[in-house]
């Protein structure tokens, strides 16, 4: 397993959180990052706390999220970044910018989209593009409409890649 790091900016590079993984491989659905605990993270440039808990990404090709898939132990089973696509820029580095829509589904289930008022407020802030506005919302939808009705990858194909952490 390689390592990777996995930077999010702000429109358009302004960096915002990052962690280290290491790639467990890809399947139709993207690439899939461990984040054992004990994993380093940082935001902007100031280190945080390690992660607590393991956890999953998924960084799909061409779609406009990236997901975050934890463990039982944590409050969101899911945590759905909204997201330009992400792009490898070498092998052990990919990258994109964060929208600031989240669409997150709690351990007892509740699924809903974090962050809305963000999303207005940086669309003038980081001067989002038309296209990045549209192109966020329809993921925001599909995500949330994936998430209410169990569809993959976000349940049996992550549970499947979380265990191999």
């Known amino acids: 397993m390689r ?20 790639w467990l491989g890809d399947d139709e659905w993207g690439d899939w990052i461990a984040v054992p605990s004990g994993s380093r993270r940082w935001k902007g440039e100031v280190a945080m706390t390690d ?3 393991p956890a999953v ?11 975050h898939f934890n ?11 909204i997201v ?3 792009v490898w ?3 052990h580095r990919y990258e994109m910018v964060d929208l600031d829509l989240d669409v997150v589904r709690r351990q007892d289930g509740v699924v809903e989209v974090e962050d809305e008022d963000e999303f207005t407020i940086h669309q003038i802030q980081y001067r989002y593009t038309e296209e990045m506005i549209e192109r966020a919302r329809a993921a925001t939808e599909d995500v949330l409409a994936a998430l209410q009705a169990g569809s993959e990858p976000f ?7 979380l ?3």
């Open 3 to 22: 390592p990777v790091t996995v930077q999010f900016f702000k429109n358009p590079d302004i960096l915002h959180w990052g962690f280290e993984g290491r």
């Open 51 to 53: 992660t607590a808990a």
């Open 155 to 161: 349940f049996v194909t992550a549970e499947a890649w």
């Open 89 to 91: 820029v070498t092998d």
């Open 84 to 86: 330009t696509p992400p």
């Open 163 to 165: 265990a191999r952490v």
């Open 57 to 67: 990404f998924c960084a799909p090709r061409d779609r406009w999220w990236h997901l």
């Open 71 to 81: 463990d039982r132990t944590t409050k969101y089973s899911h945590f759905v970044d």
